[in-house]
């Protein structure tokens, strides 16, 4: 049986936890898809995936664990498909020239990807303590916020509500009940009993924190 098609980008979207063995013992097809978009969704995840993977270790979760390892399999069979591609796509040397500067991109992606999945491993000796005060000194920070019903942003979108330019602070993922979104777009909405998880700075986290408790009317 053939594996299911990536036609979307796995980011932004409600899902369950992936169940990344599945995906990764399954036979890589090459899938013809234009380089702007491989390169864009490998920027995207990125990105997110050391955000994840710190967060994973830090909140001890393994459900975010699984989603490093689901897009650490999803970056290798993107660069599978961009190698394929450029394989196909070189007739001469000046092409060859052209298009290593595209591996070199992807390859660097991969390299964090797998970077990231170093990092979760971490989980398996269960560092408590040592990782917050490592935090505790960096520019940014991961928090992890419930939202509550009295909330005014309950059923408003992210970018309707402007969260990154009024606090700072950036939305990495969002658990809602036994689903998330990870990377959530400025069209996903916030609902009540939302699990967020956030990136930024002190200043910024206190003032999202009193908004999304319903302790204040507006982000200020």
Not at 172 to 180: D, E, F, G, M, V
Request: glycine share 4%.
């Amino acid at each position: 049986m053939k594996k299911e098609k990536h036609k979307k980008s796995l980011l932004g979207r409600l899902q369950r936890t992936p169940h990344w063995k599945k995906e990764e013992f399954t036979e890589i097809e090459y899938e013809p898809t234009s380089v702007k978009e491989l390169l864009t969704e490998m920027k995207d995840i990125s990105e997110l995936i050391i955000d994840l993977a710190y967060s994973a270790l830090l909140f001890n979760s393994t459900e975010i664990a699984e989603e490093v390892k689901f897009l650490e399999v999803r970056m290798d069979e993107m660069n599978y498909d961009i190698r394929i591609m450029a394989m196909m796509a070189a007739r001469t040397k000046e092409d060859a020239e052209q298009l290593s500067g595209i591996l070199q991109i992807a390859q660097a992606a991969e390299k964090i990807s797998n970077t990231a999945g170093d990092i979760i491993l971490l989980m398996k000796i269960k560092p408590k303590g040592l990782l917050p005060r490592i935090l505790k000194d960096a520019d940014e920070q991961l928090f992890r916020i419930v939202v509550s019903a009295q909330s005014q942003a309950c059923t408003k979108m992210i970018g309707y509500l402007k969260i990154e330019s009024e606090t700072g602070m950036r939305v990495i993922a969002i658990r809602r009940k036994n689903c998330w979104i990870y990377n959530p777009q400025s069209d996903n909405t916030i609902q009540a009993k939302d699990t967020l998880i956030v990136k930024g700075t002190d200043e910024g986290y206190n003032d999202l924190n009193e908004f999304l408790l319903g302790k204040q009317e507006v982000l200020d």
